[in-house]
């Protein structure tokens, strides 16, 4: 009585459950949602067309009877991907796995944490089948499938059973027409069904008839079964491993099946499980500022009485959520504890950040004429005559995506002049992809339906992936940086090339399933509340993100592509993938030590756990401070910084930047580790303390290809400034740069350079002195020995005299000069480029940059000449 006077209340207040049906269902459908950016058909692009093969290729039996384009990094990709058979990354709480015969499904009994990772092994508890059917594996397909769910339907003859999975939903529902159900173990033998026991190792059986049963598994493991209609139902125990459920005949109806954790969870589980949802409609509303994310599910039986689950970062998004206690209902996943909540709407509302090309502050004025300076000498790099042809995707797109923030920085601090030297550079490289000869050709994919490197369509290994749907949004965001930044200064441009470039921005946000060439929103899965970066390959078993900084910024450069070349429709889908994604990110990836164990919005209770600081993966069974390719805690975490853009700075929030400095600051001091990485961790920490982050950024001399000095620097000096205090310093330190002749400060021996081996050694007198011209690069500089036109060189391992032996200089050529700490005003210490370590003189005078310390650095003045 008390439960359905509560439905009633909760049915008026929500107001959609007392619509008649077909109403509902007007109401389910796309209201708000966006249309295709377009529908041009891709297969005109360069390449071609090409189909993922052999072993990517869709299972054709999974997707009878539908058309592509079909999702590839959903959490059900690998029920269609080839072998078709793999485990899928839900629909949570469970995970599941289809076979010939049905599904299997079961919720993890266990989880471990390493040390590194926290997992949960998935578990098959359960398969749902009927006894009519073969067990050909070609007698299941897909019926249906939306941004959240697939509908799975196994056949045979005029027996089926039909079951949407949907994640979040306690129960899996099984429905079934004329078929005799039958579930199988999977998880041990049955124990008891009913409250009876079965024993084991014999066939032995429990009948009962109704519409609730109880079955408890030989480990211990308890599901409940819930039948819509009555239904007489048979528990057997095959053996001591394997018992089966079958009913008494054919059935036409419905079952539910949920695993009981705690038999305290019962009532709630029992009161709402005839409510069930058959699929689920993506919408959203924006305002200037906020952006509303709405999943509309579509049930059967009254809406407000739907029984899902949350994860957390549903929970610091729901409005005006109905949520029965969390003592009533958890279950524990690798994204932490899944808590009920009823309503067949869920409004998740996220505030938008209004950032486009730049940050919203201007340059601190004490940056400006470092960041002018370092923009002259990198633009001054670029030479449209040696623009590159991409030869794969990733690192090219990563390359130029960097190189394009040099225009917006120009433009930012009114060097204007300087844009069209970045533009042109980046024209001219497009220019190889648009038309390529040679190199890596964009081609469009029909299996599935989408466009990829076409040498990665026949080989997983090339480009990450890529033509298997790897890392699509981390690779083509770039792409839609690079044309946003050439469209917004060239309109004749963006005219000429918007549909080439509108086939990469459908294959990442097309928001709409009429596109006809493109999944809806490839990478995201909407309920996990990030994207997956697998695709299909490896029988799209496990889904996996290891760089949500790039997931970010994917969405990014959807983001300036949409502001330059789309309407505030898409301007607004992207910020809302921006917002959901770096929620994603800080919920998931980022770990806050601080966090109490028991807060509920915490995926990670174990302190253990959080103390990592930073996971480099998340999977969906499991999660952990580690990436494919590397260990050190200074790229688990630059992996999700990068690459740095001004949208980040949400992302960098104050606590976590501040514990990634704390935790990694033995690698930061580390001259093994790379600027690359190092710069990044820089970058981030700047967002809340950008005095120090200067400080310590003028120590860099290199970026890596995602980054340059000129954007390091100027982000930082766009940092909130709460002390008010110049950010750059006075005196952003700098080489002396001139023409010098060198002492060595202490011995008073000035540097000579024998002329047979162009070796560097204190041991002259001023009058044969070596003349060095000292030039510019950002943060350091070259010296070149005007004798013979040569510039220094120091090798990487310094075991070795430095020589003034090299015609061009490059990395192995740079030396940071600085006021050596301590030692008299004019007196430097020099520092190398090519491995961090200082200069210092061996006893003959020789100069060998084999210093680890500061302070082991020789100091040096540098008198004009
Ligand atoms: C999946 O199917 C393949 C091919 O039929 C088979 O070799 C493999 O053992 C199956 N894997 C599982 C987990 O059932
Ligand atoms: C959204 O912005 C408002 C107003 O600035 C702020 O009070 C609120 O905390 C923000 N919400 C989130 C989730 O950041
Ligand atoms: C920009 O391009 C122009 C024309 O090619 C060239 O003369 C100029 O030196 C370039 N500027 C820089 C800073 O490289
Ligand atoms: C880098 O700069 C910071 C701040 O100026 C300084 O404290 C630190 O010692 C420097 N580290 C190295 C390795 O140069
Ligand atoms: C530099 O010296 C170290 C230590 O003697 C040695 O292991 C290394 O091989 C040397 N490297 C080169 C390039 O000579």
Redesign the pocket.
């Known amino acids: 009585m008390l439960g359905s006077l509560l439905n009633l209340v909760i049915a008026s207040a929500i107001g959609v459950a007392a619509l008649p049906s077909s109403d509902k269902l007007n109401f389910l459908a796309e209201r708000g949602v966006f249309a295709p950016i377009a529908t041009s058909n891709p297969s005109g692009i360069s390449g071609g067309t090409v189909q993922t093969a052999p072993d990517g290729a869709p299972v054709s039996s999974f997707f009878a009877g539908l058309k592509p384009p079909y999702p590839t990094n959903s959490w059900w990709a690998s029920y269609a991907a080839t072998p078709g058979n793999g485990t899928a990354s839900g629909p949570f709480p469970y995970e599941s796995q289809l076979d010939g015969y049905g599904i299997n499904f079961g919720v993890s009994n266990s989880r471990q944490f390493d040390g590194t990772s926290i997992k949960q092994p998935t578990q098959n508890d359960w398969r749902a089948g009927f006894v009519e059917h073969s067990g050909a594996f070609a007698n299941h397909k897909a019926t249906a499938f939306d941004t959240h769910s697939v509908t799975v339907q196994y056949f045979q003859g005029g027996a089926s059973l039909t079951s949407p999975l949907i994640p979040g939903s306690p129960y899996i529902t099984l429905q079934y027409n004329a078929a005799t159900p039958l579930l199988t173990s999977r998880n041990g033998g049955i124990a008891s069904f009913n409250g009876q026991s079965i024993a084991n190792g014999q066939s032995d059986s429990v009948s009962a008839t109704g519409t609730e049963f109880t079955v408890v598994d030989t480990t211990g493991t308890t599901y409940l079964i819930y039948a819509l209609s009555s239904i007489t139902l048979k528990a057997t125990a095959t053996n001591s491993a394997v018992g089966t459920i079958q009913a008494s005949g054919t059935f036409t109806g419905v079952l539910r099946v949920v695993r009981l954790v705690q038999s305290s969870h019962k009532a709630l589980l029992d009161q709402y499980s005839s409510v069930y949802p058959t699929g689920v409609s993506l919408d959203y509303s924006f305002t200037t500022t906020q952006g509303t994310l709405i999943f509309n599910y579509a049930t059967v039986g009254a809406g407000a009485n739907l029984l899902m689950l949350t994860w957390p970062h549903h929970r610091l998004s729901l409005q005006s959520p109905n949520s029965p206690p969390t003592s009533s209902l958890g279950y524990l996943t690798t994204k932490g504890w899944m808590y009920p909540t009823l309503g067949n709407q869920w409004k998740l509302l996220y505030n938008l950040s209004s950032i486009t090309w730049n940050p919203p502050r201007a340059l601190d004025s004490s940056c400006n004429s470092a960041v002018i300076q370092g923009l002259q000498y990198e633009i001054g790099q670029l030479n449209v005559a040696n623009a590159p042809i991409p030869n794969e995707f990733y690192y090219w797109g990563g390359t130029l995506a960097a190189q394009a923030r040099l225009a917006l920085i120009a433009e930012a601090v009114g060097q204007t002049a300087l844009i069209p030297n970045v533009t042109n550079y980046l024209k001219a490289s497009f220019n190889n992809w648009f038309a390529p000869t040679t190199g890596a050709f964009p081609a469009y994919e029909t299996s599935w339906g989408g466009v990829v490197d076409k040498a990665g369509a026949a080989n997983s290994g090339i480009d990450f992936g890529n033509g298997y749907y790897n890392d699509h949004h981390f690779h083509y965001g770039y792409f839609l940086t690079v044309a946003a930044v050439i469209a917004k200064y060239d309109s004749s441009w963006l005219a000429q090339h918007k549909d080439f470039i509108n086939w990469f921005a459908r294959d990442i946000i097309n928001p709409s399933s009429q596109d006809p060439y493109f999944p809806v929103t490839r990478c995201r899965d909407w309920f996990a509340g990030h994207s997956w970066a697998s695709g299909i390959a490896n029988g799209a078993g496990s889904r996996d993100q290891e760089s949500t900084g790039e997931a970010i910024n994917g969405y990014y450069g959807a983001l300036l592509w949409a502001t330059v070349a789309l309407s505030q429709d898409y301007v607004n889908y992207a910020k809302l993938l921006v917002a959901t994604e770096q929620q994603g990110a800080q919920v998931y990836w980022h770990l806050y030590p601080q966090q109490s164990s028991t807060d509920p919005n915490n995926p990670y209770p174990e302190a253990a756990v959080r103390n990592l600081v930073t996971m480099g993966n998340v999977e969906d069974w499991q999660s952990g401070a580690w990436l494919f390719w590397g260990a050190e805690k200074s790229e688990i975490a630059a992996i999700q910084m990068l690459p740095i853009t001004p949208i980040n700075e949400a992302l960098y929030d104050t606590q976590w930047v501040n514990n990634v400095w704390s935790y990694a600051q033995n690698e930061i001091?580390d001259?093994t580790i790379a600027d690359d990485w190092r710069c990044v961790l820089i970058a981030a920490y700047s967002n809340a303390n950008p005095q120090t982050a200067a400080?310590?950024s003028?120590?860099l001399t290199t970026w890596g290809s995602g980054n340059t000095f000129s954007n390091e620097l100027f982000f930082i000096g766009t940092r909130p400034n709460p002390s008010g205090q110049p950010i750059c310093g006075s005196n952003f330190p700098q080489n002396p740069y001139g023409t010098f002749k060198i002492q060595a400060a202490t011995s008073g021996q000035w540097v000579v350079s024998s002329t047979a081996s162009s070796n560097l050694v204190a041991s002259g007198s001023q009058a044969n002195a070596g003349v060095f011209v000292s030039s510019y690069t950002p943060n350091a500089g070259n010296l070149k020995l005007t004798s013979n036109n040569q510039f220094v060189t120091a090798d990487s391992s310094g075991n070795f005299t430095l020589q003034a032996a090299r015609a061009t200089a490059s990395s192995w050529e740079v030396f940071t000069i600085r006021q050596k700490i301590g030692a008299a005003s004019g007196v430097y210490t020099i520092k190398a480029g090519s491995n961090?370590k200082w200069v210092t003189l061996a006893g003959d005078g020789s100069l060998v940059n084999n210093g680890a310390t500061?302070s082991s650095g020789a100091g040096f003045k540098f008198v004009a000449s």
């Open positions: 001091v001259p400080a310590w003028a120590n961090g500061e």
